[in-house]
Nanobody
Framework: QVQLVEFGGGLVQAGGSLRLSCVAS????????IGWFRQAPGKEREFVAL????????SYADSVKGRFTISRDFAQNTVYLQISSLKPEDSAVYFC???????????????WGQGTQVTVSS
């Protein structure tokens, strides 16, 4: 079992930045791929970014490429999502998720955090 907790959400003006953190606990000796997803009211949960188990590869949704950066700190069991040049349409609850291999679909992840709200004002 892996427990995930997200931190770092908040209210920010358009063009601003935030750093979201996903802290893992539990069976973290087995390294997991970590995915970030987001869900706005009335919309489906959508893929944002992922980082592989080793951290060697990252992948991003087209809508966030060049603005968001995912990274991981193995010593801290933490994955970060730096989100910059924020737009009002980036407003959503952001979730981190973990699974052995991951992917761009929510169904590819077994473990989820509770989410952190990001609100971007225009």
């Amino acid at each position: 079992q892996v427990q995930l907790v997200e931190f770092g959400g908040g209210l920010v003006q358009a063009g601003g930045s935030l750093r979201l953190s996903c802290v893992a606990s539990g069976r973290t000796e087995s390294t997991y791929a970590i995915g970030w997803f987001r869900q706005a009211p009335g919309k489906e949960r959508e893929f944002v970014a992922l980082i592989t188990r080793t951290g060697a590869r990252t992948s991003y949704a087209d809508s966030v490429k060049g603005r968001f950066t995912i990274s991981r700190d193995f010593a801290q069991n933490t994955v970060y999502l730096q989100i910059s040049s924020l737009k009002p349409e980036d407003s959503a609850v952001y979730f981190c998720s973990a699974d052995r291999f991951g992917g761009s679909s929510p169904s590819q992840y077994s473990y989820w955090g509770q989410g952190t709200q990001v609100t971007v004002s225009s």
